[in-house]
């Protein structure tokens, strides 16, 4: 949350040069506050442990949000009890006469298939299309960003000689932006993936931003340029073990997948994993929802 403070206290300026949120007496007493609406779309099969993670991450502000969960009608994931998303869950038809300050879209199992043979894709495209003028800005995760970027810009992905696992170090290419403030000039996110979306394509596209790289990951962070989609190529939202357990369920499935790195402490899978990518995973959520939502969407929904 802000600093309020008087509107010509010296003090004002060397904050704001620092990037510090200050607000001065003026602009508190014209604020119009409400709760967020924020909606995740989660495509996730493993629905209740995605929604956990993202909620935990969500919550962790004084904002008031209230939340909306939004599972694909064309298709129903097998990992998740009917009773469950009928109880907590509403469909794109039940909320696209709807408007939001916010959208989460997920990452799904399903980056080995070309977008157009993903069973929802044509919902998804719907979704993604109706963002454009009934959300204020949207967060695209893992497999999603891909989809986003090939769906707005027409981004390709591109298949990795083998699957991307561990938890990467990462640089801000433009440390002055809002969605970095509190972030170290190096920080860590979890990734876990076998493709990518193709950097040279998003390195000549003039509407996009690269905001963050990793130099073993890759591309991690990618905005339009008027800050109202990002795409994140990573998982932030990851508990401890998810990375041990996904390693262990392609072990069982026989697949041979790399050891994460940087993940098990002495590479050794017996051992407790260190959890170093939280602080920031809280950070890169609460400034995305502080300076991109709550900031900057309109107090009447029906103006986005």
Same mark, same amino acid.
């Given at each position: 949350? =802000?600093?309020?403070?008087?509107? *010509?206290?010296?003090?004002?300026?060397?904050? $704001?040069?620092?990037?510090?949120?200050?607000?001065?007496?003026?602009?508190?007493?014209?604020?119009?506050?409400?709760?967020?609406?924020?909606?995740?779309?989660?495509?996730?099969?493993?629905?209740?442990?995605?929604?956990?993670?993202?909620?935990?991450?969500?919550?962790?502000?004084?904002?008031?949000? /209230?939340?909306?969960?939004?599972?694909?009608?064309?298709?129903?994931?097998?990992?998740?009890? $009917?009773?469950?998303?009928?109880?907590?869950?509403?469909?794109?038809?039940?909320?696209?006469?709807?408007?939001?300050?916010?959208?989460? &879209?997920?990452?799904?199992?399903?980056?080995?298939?070309? !977008?157009?043979?993903? $069973? %929802?894709?044509? $919902?998804?495209?719907? &979704?993604?299309? +109706?963002?454009?003028?009934? #959300?204020?800005?949207?967060?695209?995760?893992? +497999?999603?960003?891909?989809?986003?970027?090939?769906?707005? %810009?027409?981004? =390709?992905?591109?298949?990795?000689?083998?699957?991307?696992?561990? #938890? %990467?170090?990462?640089?801000?290419?433009?440390?002055?932006?809002?969605?970095?403030?509190?972030? *170290?000039?190096?920080? !860590?996110?979890?990734?876990?993936?076998?493709?990518?979306?193709?950097?040279? @394509?998003?390195?000549?596209?003039?509407?996009?931003?690269?905001?963050?790289?990793?130099?073993? @990951?890759?591309?991690?962070? #990618?905005?339009?340029?008027?800050?109202?989609?990002?795409?994140?190529?990573?998982?932030?939202?990851?508990?401890?073990?998810?990375?041990?357990?996904?390693?262990?369920?392609?072990?069982?499935?026989?697949? @041979?997948?790399?050891?994460?790195?940087?993940?098990?402490?002495?590479?050794? =899978?017996?051992?407790?994993?260190?959890?170093?990518?939280? @602080?920031?995973?809280?950070?890169? !959520?609460?400034? +995305?929802?502080?300076?991109?939502?709550?900031?900057?969407?309109?107090?009447?929904? /029906?103006?986005?």
């Amino acid at each position: 949350m =802000p600093i309020k403070i008087p509107n *010509d206290l010296p003090a004002r300026q060397v904050l $704001e040069d620092e990037h510090i949120f200050v607000m001065t007496e003026t602009r508190a007493l014209s604020q119009d506050i409400r709760p967020l609406k924020i909606g995740i779309v989660n495509l996730m099969p493993t629905k209740i442990t995605t929604e956990t993670q993202l909620l935990r991450c969500l919550a962790n502000t004084p904002l008031q949000i /209230e939340v909306d969960l939004i599972h694909t009608q064309s298709y129903t994931a097998k990992n998740t009890a $009917e009773t469950h998303l009928t109880t907590f869950y509403r469909t794109f038809a039940d909320i696209k006469d709807e408007n939001y300050d916010g959208i989460i &879209i997920t990452g799904a199992p399903v980056e080995n298939m070309p !977008f157009e043979q993903v $069973e %929802y894709w044509p $919902e998804l495209c719907a &979704i993604m299309d +109706w963002t454009q003028t009934h #959300v204020h800005s949207t967060m695209h995760i893992c +497999w999603a960003s891909q989809a986003g970027l090939y769906y707005h %810009y027409g981004i =390709p992905k591109q298949a990795l000689a083998r699957k991307l696992s561990g #938890v %990467y170090s990462h640089k801000l290419l433009n440390p002055k932006a809002r969605l970095f403030r509190g972030f *170290d000039e190096e920080y !860590f996110a979890p990734h876990s993936r076998h493709t990518q979306s193709d950097p040279e @394509a998003i390195s000549q596209q003039p509407e996009l931003r690269v905001l963050a790289v990793s130099p073993q @990951a890759g591309i991690h962070i #990618v905005s339009d340029q008027e800050s109202k989609l990002f795409f994140i190529s990573g998982h932030s939202e990851y508990d401890l073990y998810t990375l041990r357990d996904e390693y262990q369920r392609d072990l069982n499935n026989g697949l @041979a997948v790399p050891l994460p790195l940087n993940y098990f402490p002495q590479d050794d =899978p017996s051992q407790k994993p260190v959890n170093h990518w939280r @602080a920031h995973a809280n950070l890169l !959520f609460t400034n +995305w929802l502080n300076y991109y939502v709550y900031q900057t969407t309109p107090f009447d929904l /029906e103006q986005i």
